[in-house]
């Protein structure tokens, strides 16, 4: 056989692909390549290895799937000779990374590449072990990596520095054997092995305190020696970049230096001088100089306070404020963000150039500066700097305004002198951005309006005008349509005008209007239209002359396709027709909304009561589940204390809303049942606009789509027939279909339902922490009673979404555990989902040993990693 | 750190990869994706620094390629600028005034030159001669066994003529 006729040359077909003028040409010519290379790997051929893998390393790049050529990367590796095993190394980082089990295959033959006579081999295989080495491999070969630190060639020495850092990162376990070893490579001369020692003990300070309190103690002199001779180094042309010595060396020993003289006056004393000189003298023209400069700057903000080395550092930022280079502004506000926490004042001085980066062109920079100046607000410059943000609003890109207009609503909010001030600016923000406002914000907005009570003619005159100006914003077009809802009257009469005012003439008629316009617009959501429903039944009664027109107007979407508006068209229409006496009490005003419950939801502390109540629906005796208050309270924002009784049939909010007599009807057992439906049709009425602003942990969430289909007709027959007990009867006979019905909700319901043969167990809140729950339910198969079936569900109680949520779980030996893969790996915001994952437990001691189980939650959140941990040991004793 | 470096072209063709933190294959196609479109329509002026995924994105274009690598908050952007440019001048003292073709024709000198540079995503060397001397010792050591296996061959081919 010819050796010379198998397969193209990389080069061939490097250039064959790149010939290809379509993606399917392309695909062809890989195709045709896997073949011959998978039959390559099947002939056993030694000669073309190499170059197939080389072949399949560009496919790789391409995005094809090459895994087929793991196992010849390995052989290559195995192989005696240096050009196969380099290929072999190259082909193993490119192909696997440290997840893949074939990489347990190949850590004998790193270990023997690790002691080969050839100090290339040796080399590539610290290289390979240092990319993609996993914590088993790190282990098994921290001993031969050790011993290389002290390998007679320095190149080696340097890769075996990186190396430890890889096996410190993978096991910390392992820090302490290699604190002695990186010390002593702090006095060698090579620049490789000085930059990668100081990066290695960089690394173990940040593992061991041990460490960390080694090198103080018997390097910091010797650190800044090395540090001074090198900013005084005269021109060395191997190190030198645009006239500064070993740019990168300069700044490992800078951030050597920072993590030792943190927190510690002595180490911090000894640095002083070097960080001064460093600071001054360093050329600041040149990209290196720079860098240096930013690194000296970070570690002056974290070593020990020194006025003069701060003053000097404030400056240099501000050298970099008005640096042209945007690069440089860019580093310049984020050390401005650390600088904040050493020196307020300081930072506070260039609030005016900081100002202006918002305003830039580059949203890198833009980002940098709205964070920084959102940490620069404070009560005293929080007017000029509302201005300044909503004026820059206007001229703002679209795809930053979300950003920006969340900042601003956040700011507002936190530093408002007054709630007139207030107002005024979340109307500017309405106005100016309404539809890039969150939920949150225009939420808490109706929460302070309704607060102020000499504000809500004021607030509703100055909505009736910004709609008129605005009114493609949609959020500004529901926050108007809620206040004209309940302070339609004093838009009408003027009533409580402040001085600053001017006057506003508005006929009933004009309110009307722009409800209606609003209602009939069809570029507005559900939510808001649904809205404008209520308002306008709210108007009907306190504006008697339109009353025949909102009728008519209600009317038309009696046939609506969108059930939503259908049923609240057909209820107010019946309201209105039917049952004149009782509309005014029931069209009421809001209660006030607390504004403490409502900050307090939003930053994800729900209040004890509702979190305890929520977890216990009652079983009622005549089999009626009854809902827990909290969906009620969260809707409306009221504590739990004003949920009415069941027999209070006064005053009641529920009868303020919908006059729902609840006297009729109030027959022994209707009672709850009224009061169940009455809470639907509530829930039902409100929770379609606030569907985010539900913030309870609860599962109960999830039944009002469950329940609003059925029981406000029942309620509606209700009111046409009061006479009508069998209605009632009817639902108290088939308890359980209506047990069904609001227990619709996902399995998780805490009432578990026993059946027959009682393998049934409570089921137990297992972990819970600020922001997350996790609930337990049981099951067990009766033929297998060692074996525990639980099903785990997690909520997210905090305010912000958990992202790449993973949930780990172990079990002493007397029990097996088996994980089923969960139901997602991304938890919303404010209980508002959930995560399920099964687990199977089985218990070698069943009987004498009770379960046990240790966990740990890994998740993200807002891109920072939390890892939450725990012990379960509340599980039934009999499972 | 640095966690990964990509080189993608202006077409967002990529032209090398190197992933020193765990990225599964689909994790990776996906980065690369969103990346690129973050990358290649930003302005020629605006700084050198996208912000991705609570990570940093530092980058910078030489003639048709964007050289981006990959680090955590904390680190020095400006520093990572300058790693590019090191890495960039030991590519074209290597290939000689390099351009597009060369990384892609010998994609794998320029991992071998990057792996001589970088490890576990921290720098290796500052010193653009010493990284030049090691890749030439081993290029050799490829080329002397190649010859031995040629002058091999040869000796065979003779002995079974």
Redesign the interface.
Known sequence: MN?FSSGTRL?DM?RAI?ASKTAAEERAVVRKECAAIRAAISDNDHDYRHRNL?KL??IH???Y?THFGQMECLKLIASP???EK??GY?GL??LL???QEVLMLVTNSIKQDLNHTNQ?IV?LA??AL??IGSAEMARDLAPEVERLLKFRDP?IR??AA??S??IIKKVPDLAENFIHAAASLLSEKH??VL??GV?LCIDLCKISTEALEHFRKKCTDGLVKLMRDLANSPYAP??D?SGIT????Q?RLL?LLRSLGKDDADASDTMNDILAQVATKTESNK??G??IL??CV?AIMSVEDNGGLRVLAINILGRFLSNRD??????AL?MLMKALAVDSQAVQRHRTTILECVKD?????R?RAVELVYLLVNESNVKPMTKELIEYLEASDPEFRGDLTAKICSIVEKFSPEKIWYIDQMLKVLSEAGNDVKDEAWHSLIVVITNASNLHGYAVRSLYRSVQAAGEQETLVRVAIWCIGEYGDMLVNNAGRLDIEEPLTVTESDAVDVLETSFKSHSFDLTTRAMCLIALLKLSSRFPTCSQRINDIIVQYKGSFVLELQQRAIEFNSIIARHQNIRPSLVERMPVLDEATHSGRKAGSVPAAVSTSQGVSVNLPNGVAKPSAAPLVDLLDLSSDDVPAPSSSGGDFLQDLLGVDLVPVSSQSGTNQAQVSGTNVLLDLLSIGTPSANSSPSTIQASPSNVDTKSPMDLLDRLSSPSAPSVQVSTTAGSSPMLDLLNGFPSSSPIAVTEGNGLAYPSIVAFESSSLKLTFNFSKQPENPQTTLIEASFTNKSGEVLTNFIFQAAVPKFLQLHLDPASGNMLPANSSGSIMQKLKLTNSQHGKKSLVMRIRIAY?V???DVLEEGQVNNFPREL | MIHFVLLISRQGKVRLTKWYSPYSQKERTKVIRELSGMILTRGPKLCNFVEWRGYKVVYKRYASLYFCMCIDQEDNELEVLEIIHHFVEILDRYFGSVCELDLIFNFHKAYYILDELVIAGELQESSKKTVARLIAAQDSLVEAAKEEASSLSNIIAQATK
């Open positions: 050796p080069r490097i790149r080389a390393m560009f790049m391409l995005g799937p000779g240096f050009p380099r290929i190259l980082m490119l990374d440290e997840r290339y080399g610290l290289c240092g990319n190149n340097k890769k990186l190396c850092i890889r620049h490789g930059i990668t990066q191997e190190y970049i070993d740019p990168f060396l700044i951030r990209n290196a720079n860098a930013y690194e970070a945007n690069n440089i502004r860019y580093v984020n062109s580059d949203p890198s920079i980002k993200k807002n891109n920072k």
